[in-house]
């Protein structure tokens, strides 16, 4: 069975830091990657995802991911964080050979300070 | 927007009791999930469904039982609830796509449940 690791569990920055969040992933197949993303008392949401194509995927409020396959990584990053990006980051995986299942990894929780 | 609603944000249960969370989704979509999120440990599967009246198990399905009588309907079952199932449920559904599953998951508000 496939697992996704996120190495950093708690991330403390300040307001125009650079933000690199860590993803791997253990399965040698073709997979689908997704970021998701958890603001406080929000639903989980999407925030990027790759299929194929250019491993730099950009998604929305300014994040982008590159898919390195060599490394089996899925690292997420925003070049200037704000504060309004305190949340906690999912990075789940979908190989093709699981169907429908999404597994995700443990989770960052990013604290931004104004 | 694709709406997914559950039908409490939280609830507080004894050990023992049958407890039935339920979900719906408005976007006619064919797949729907039943999540557990822990701190530390992510989201994990429970049980999923392609279909009506169809349910594939999960990562961690001991404990909990589903039903999906309805397209936009599916629900789970602790069927005695214990301490352990304390935790947060996140249900999600998304389209059946035939093309290498590029389907993205659109998650519900979430129920956190406590049992006592």
């Known amino acids: 069975a496939q697992s996704v690791s996120q190495h950093n569990h708690h991330v403390i920055l300040s307001e125009a830091a650079s933000l690199e969040l860590g993803c791997n992933y253990s399965?040698?197949?073709?997979?689908?990657l997704f970021w998701y993303v958890q603001y406080p008392g929000q639903h989980l949401q999407l925030l990027l995802k790759?299929?194929?194509?250019?491993?730099l995927v950009k998604g929305i409020k300014g994040f982008e991911a590159e898919f390195i396959k060599s490394k089996f990584s899925f690292n997420l990053r925003k070049p200037s964080v704000q504060w309004s990006d305190t949340a906690e980051y999912f990075c789940?995986?979908?190989?093709?050979?699981?169907?429908?299942?999404?597994?995700f990894g443990g989770g960052t929780r990013l604290m931004v300070k104004p | 927007d694709v709406k997914v609603t559950q039908s409490s944000r939280y609830l507080v249960k004894r050990t023992g009791e049958k407890v039935f969370l339920e979900c719906v989704q408005d976007?006619?979509?064919?797949?729907m999930f039943w999540y557990r999120q822990d701190p530390g440990l992510g989201l994990r599967l429970i049980y999923f469904?392609?279909?009506?009246?169809?349910?594939e198990k999960g990562d961690i399905p001991e404990g909990y039982s589903v039903s999906r009588e309805k397209k936009e309907r599916f629900s789970l079952i602790l069927e005695s609830a214990s301490t352990n199932q304390t935790s947060m449920y996140l249900c999600?559904?998304?389209?059946?796509?035939?093309?290498?599953?590029?389907?993205?998951?659109?998650f519900g508000p979430g129920t956190r449940l406590l049992v006592l």
């Open positions: 790759y299929f194929s194509g250019d491993p």
């Open positions: 469904s392609y279909d009506v009246k169809m349910k």
């Open positions: 999600a559904s998304s389209s059946h796509r035939t093309v290498k599953y590029q389907e993205t998951q659109y």
């Open positions: 789940a995986v979908n190989a093709d050979n699981a169907g429908n299942m999404l597994t």
């Open positions: 399965y040698g197949g073709t997979v689908n």
């Open positions: 976007m006619d979509h064919e797949n």
